[in-house]
């Protein structure tokens, strides 16, 4: 045993050497526990042990299912003293503490302008200025936002990830760095980070209930293709966990065809390849008498067929209604508390900037719901 404990304290120091002598660096991934064993003929429980101790020393950051990362604290010693040269830093008439970044996917009329100026107003009370930048969907383009404000020595970054099955590697890296990052919308599962967004099951437990008291009893559902977007599957499982409370009879659902970059961003653009596959769903599917959709873009490509669902007595609720649209129907819907999303997402982030006590998890925040108001005129 004696021996063992040893072992384990003797490998973590010579790992540790390692990366004071810069033969390991910041962010690199330790090989498996198998492959150290090996490598350095013992147990994996030793080799488990050694990581443990470098981790608690905070020599490593360990992400569920990604590995073991390096993380050398002279970084933050340095991060300390950026942050001191910023708060001297003055601006024409106000103090300002630094800058912070903020990654968008976009943001429009019916998501993601309150949000942005809430953002920016939570900062500059702080002292704090906002650089907003904007992935429009593009994991590549993401990727050279993170980099343009990781160069502009922003103190830390709001981030709403793209869609998609993988997680960004920079945005990974940023994490393991120990640069403060709270995440939008979507959650990383296994990964050290906060994330801030609507609380999608309550969401959908709102407009199935409602449709039902409203003599709905056969409820479609429509969302983009899964693609691993937390924010997806989370209404997806959302909408039938409450169809089955209700003992309602779950329908068959439609997956539109995604594209992983936004190419509609502009408020009058639409999807027109996603309204021929919703009308193609509904002339499938005639016994609907409900609909619930996970976002305002398919809602407003539903309200072009509004002529089908009123002839049909179709009722239909989604999650961010589309305000702006000249045609269709005004739809029961949650809206997603933007401003308490924001307050909560800089509250966090900047507890983590000023070194304050921070707790990591996931925040969920419950939207509005609003009753259908008719047709639009």
Known sequence: MEKNQYLYIKISQEIEEKIQKGELKQGECLPKGEQLA??????????????????????????????????????????????????????????????????????????????????????????????????????????EEINFLKKENVLGMVIMPCHGTYYNVDLLKLIIEGLPVVLLDKQMEGVPVSSVRTDNYHAMEKLVGYLQEKGKQKIGFICPEENGTSSVIERKKGFFKAVDKRSLQRMEPCYLTSDEKMTEIFSEEINREWIGEIENYL???RQLDGIVCTEYGIARCLGQLSHKLKERGILAGCIDEDYLSSSGMYFAHVRQNEKEIAKKAMELLLHRIQGEEYRQGNYLVEGIFREACGERE
């Open 38 to 143: 090996k490598e350095y003929g013992v147990s994996a429980i030793t080799i488990t042990h050694a990581l443990n101790r470098l981790k608690e020393k905070g020599y490593l950051v360990r992400i569920k299912g990604k590995g073991s990362f390096i993380h050398v604290p002279d970084l933050e010693a340095r991060r300390e003293e950026e942050k001191e040269r910023k708060q001297r830093t003055e601006t024409p008439g106000k103090l300002c503490k630094g800058k912070i970044g903020v990654v968008l996917e976009h943001i429009s009329s019916c998501f993601g302008l309150d949000l942005l100026y809430m953002l920016d107003q939570c900062a500059e009370k702080a002292g704090y200025k906002v650089l907003v930048r904007f992935s429009y969907g593009d994991r590549q383009r993401e990727t």
């Open 283 to 285: 002339d499938e599917n």
